[in-house]
């Protein structure tokens, strides 16, 4: 992981012999003072100033690496996404939950994540079809959120949210289905 400090106009360098999990970066979130980087096989949050690396070993990765896939980090919670599934980290308690045991609208990894006022969303690969889920902030609860038929959400391949609006990206020539949050679809 590469970054640029702007009043010196320098690079530095962070690796596994800084104590990144692994070299390969796939996912770096900005969460206040500190900085989530999800690598190939694992966790780690820089915490300010660049100055020390941490390694995040939670029980609710699996064994012998979480191959992630990538995060999420709002005022509550920091998401993670991982092959085997997503967990998140209450920041107030420190505890990390993995969904699966929340929700069973998330049973496995997610295909996208997105957040904006009161909703988190997740595109979640189902045993028939796609869904969307919302995770609303202030119930903390978890919805199956429908959408209109002629959205066609088997092909989506990623998500991103304002709070007025709702972006669902596709791999095929439908493009980006843009949904409206606040009143449902």
Not at 36 to 46: I, Q
Not at 152 to 161: P, T
Request: net charge negative; aromatic share 10%; proline share 4%.
């Amino acid at each position: 992981m590469a970054t640029f400090d702007v009043l010196t106009g320098k690079w530095s360098t962070l690796t596994s012999r800084d104590g990144l999990p692994h070299d390969r970066v796939v996912s770096v979130v900005r969460d206040g003072d500190h900085i989530w980087v999800a690598c190939r096989t694992g966790l780690a949050v820089v915490r300010r100033g660049m100055q020390k690396v941490e390694t995040i070993d939670a029980p609710v990765f699996p064994r012998g690496g979480a191959f992630m896939i990538g995060l999420m980090a709002d005022g509550r919670y920091v998401w993670a996404n991982h092959f085997e599934g997503v967990a998140r980290l209450d920041k107030q308690t420190q505890q990390w939950t993995a969904l699966s045991n929340v929700t069973p609208l998330l049973p496995r990894h997610v295909i996208g994540m997105a957040h904006a006022g009161r909703s988190a969303w997740f595109l979640s690969p189902g045993d028939e079809h796609v869904q969307l889920v919302r995770f609303d902030y202030e119930s903390g609860q978890f919805e199956d959120w429908k959408v209109p038929e002629e959205v066609k959400l088997d092909e989506a391949s990623s998500v991103a949210a304002t709070e007025d609006e709702l972006f669902v990206g596709t791999n095929n020539n439908d493009g980006i289905y843009v949904l409206d949050p606040q009143r449902g679809c």
